[in-house]
């Protein structure tokens, strides 16, 4: 079993910046692939970026937000940088056994989610 708790959403102008945070529990942390996904109110649920033995990103955020994880802390983090309005939304974090995949359904773990809010 693992549990995701993100950290570190809030309220930014555009252009700005924030770091979300996931912190993990259980034994095979380093193992997993991470993931951050992102749902705008009323939209689909959509992949922002994930790291495993590789890294990926979604078109959209390449260039501005950069994912990286710390194993001795198990935490897995997505720095945000030149933010958008369009980039608001709740943004969640997953953990999955296979390596780095845009596809929700190849991550088995999913925390409670950050919201990002950011104004124009």
């Known amino acids: 079993q693992v549990q995701l708790v993100e950290s570190g959403g809030g309220l930014v102008q555009a252009g700005g910046s924030l770091r979300l945070s996931c912190a993990a529990s259980g034994r095979t942390f380093s193992s997993s692939a991470m993931g951050w996904f992102r749902q705008a109110s009323g939209e689909e649920r959509d992949f922002v970026a994930a790291?495993?033995?590789?890294?990926i990103y979604a078109d959209s955020v390449k260039g501005r937000f950069t994912i990286s994880r710390d194993n001795a802390k198990n935490t897995v983090y997505l720095q945000m940088n030149s933010l958008k309005p369009e980039d608001t939304a709740v943004y969640y974090c997953a953990a999955g056994r296979y390596s780095s995949s845009s596809y929700g359904a190849r991550y088995d773990y999913w925390g409670q989610g950050t919201r990002v809010t950011v104004s124009s």
């Open positions: 790291i495993s033995w590789r890294t």
